[in-house]
């Protein structure tokens, strides 16, 4: 799990919503990249938006950009839905390092942030 070093002090809150993610099947198997929307953010997991369905219990590997800080996640699908045509999976994380929690709660902080003043 690398970060590079922080630079800004200002958060792209445009940038927030999008992340990249690798599936990995309960196989082992590396079967899907691609890029997806964050719908909710806690320091426990993710709630996304994909256009391909992702499988209850497959592992992701996600990464998650926050100003130069990129963060890698490693987590389980514990749950997913269909709604509207779109895939809404829901993801625990597993195995996030020190560093990583630390940006990833500057990002969880800015993403509730964000969502409060778009209500």
Known sequence: MTTSTEHRHSIRKNSLHLLDYLVIDKNGLQTTYSMGRTLDVSENGLKI???????????LLITVGLEEDLVDLRGEVVHTEILDERHITGIEFRDISAEGKRIFKKYAEAFRSMQTNNA
Do not use: C, R
């Open 49 to 59: 938006e994909t256009t391909e369905p992702i499988s209850k219990g497959d592992t």
